[in-house]
């Protein structure tokens, strides 16, 4: 029997409005390499700059996780030769990063958490980006010198969900964050992931392979199931040391396996020096001061959704896991609407609804102010929530956001007016006096009759609570 192992690097593009070591914009819209000046090409001379909102957007992050934050801090060469980098060098932070030993706590499925260490979070500059085209290659700089927070766990996780769940964590806190957009389709949260095995209670590790670059949850489950398979089929032939190697494999995502693409390098490969043109990064108190605002943060917003809300724990998460699913309930409460009543129709109602269209909580057409008043008129009586369904059906199809104009003009008021329903109980009771006989001496199971008569004589409009409540009074 055999235990997975697996560390996770994560890149994390920094939303910062300039590059880390010069005031070109951050931006790649633009055209190929106008985002560019002699210090993100690289020109002889020119010197690097520290971008301090970057800085502060490293130290948030480390105080989000319960790290060191270094008052201190070295930037390093690691010098390789490849066209994108002019430099021939990446400046990054080796062995005294900004942040160092953290905890992240990622939920599990049965509803625990577990704490997983984060070894550092250091800056760094992105490469530029080479272009192919058929017979030739071009090389975009616009994203030369862009701020990474490269973020680097220990190897405490044990299986692909749990990593997982690492990466779903570390995605929604440095989106609440707003430190980054952790947009994977387009690069700004890019992750490695480092697998290896070893038999069951054996303390040594067994050796890694890095996979690398890989853009999707799913992508990430199915590279690692597909090499904890290799692995563990190179150790039940006997060729473990063969096949197993310390290297760096990519996934094909078309065949659903890694392969290898190159040996591993080790850090004197990269000949790392502290950079001579940068001193040492020093913090300030103003730089800690403005780290340290601090949003709420999902564990957080769990805790005070279970225990002041009333919220259930699975619910709970699910609204929280994303940063813009979590504003739209609280702006649905701002509104007046219940929060159970809300949970429901955040998830189930409108993402039923948003799901099928082909939209998401970044572009549904139904706002959280206007989905909050609606749920709000189903608890204060005003409208049934079957009549609140057709309201919401109308709006995904529909400019109008007035609710009162569109209860109106839907007909969907219900009655809550007692003196009204009164009146149409007695109609019914008036027209079925054997039935209200029989119900007296004993035959419960009318009382359904009489309330589903009621509701059917005002077409649905009269409020049920009320109509069983008032029944109750009028039978006895
Ligand atoms: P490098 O910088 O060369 O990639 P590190 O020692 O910084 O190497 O480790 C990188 C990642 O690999 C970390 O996330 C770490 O948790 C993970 N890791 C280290 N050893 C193992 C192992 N035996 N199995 C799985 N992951 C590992
Ligand atoms: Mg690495
Ligand atoms: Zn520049």
Known sequence: MFETVIGLEVHVQLNTKTKLFCACPTSFAEHQNTNTCPTCLALPGALP????????????????????????????????????????????QLTKAIVQNGELFIDLADGTQKRIGMTQAHLEADAGKNIHEADYSKVDLNRAGTPLLEIVSQPDMRSSDEAVAYLKKLHATVRYLDISDANMQEGSFRCDVNV??????????????????????????????????RQTEAYEDGVYEQEVRQETRLYNVEEGVTKSMRGKEEAADYRYFPDPDLRPLVVTEEMIAQAKKMPELPDAKV?????ELGVKLADAHVITSDKEMATYFEAMLACGAAPKTAVTWLTSELLGR????GFSIETTPVDAKTL???????????????????????????????????????????VSDDGAILAIIDTILAANPEKVEQYKSG???????????????????ANPAKVNELLKQRLG
Not at 78 to 83: A, E, G, I, V
Not at 206 to 228: D, L, M, P, Q
Not at 354 to 357: E, G, I, T, W
């Open 443 to 461: 035959k419960d199971k009318l009382f359904g009759f009489f309330v589903g008569e009621t509701m059917k004589a005002s077409k649905g409009s």
């Open 49 to 92: 700059v520290v971008n301090q909102e970057a800085a502060i957007k490293a130290m948030r992050f480390g105080y989000a996780i319960n790290a060191d934050v270094n008052h201190t801090s070295i930037f390093d060469r690691k010098s390789y030769f490849y066209p994108d980098s002019p430099s021939a060098y990446q400046i990054t």
């Open 303 to 307: 805790k005070r959704y279970v225990e």
């Open 354 to 357: 948003l799901n099928k269209a």
């Open 372 to 414: 909050g008043t609606l749920v709000s008129k189903i608890s204060d009586g005003t409208i049934s929530g079957s009549g609140a369904k057709e309201i919401l059906d109308f709006m995904m199809e529909n400019e109008s956001r007035d609710i009162d104009a569109l209860i109106e003009k839907m007909g969907l008021a219900q």
């Open 196 to 229: 290896s095995i070893r038999p069951k209670g054996q303390e040594a590790f067994g050796t890694r392979v890095e996979i690398k670059n890989i853009n999707s949850f799913k992508f990430v489950a199915a590279a690692i199931a597909y090499e904890v398979q």
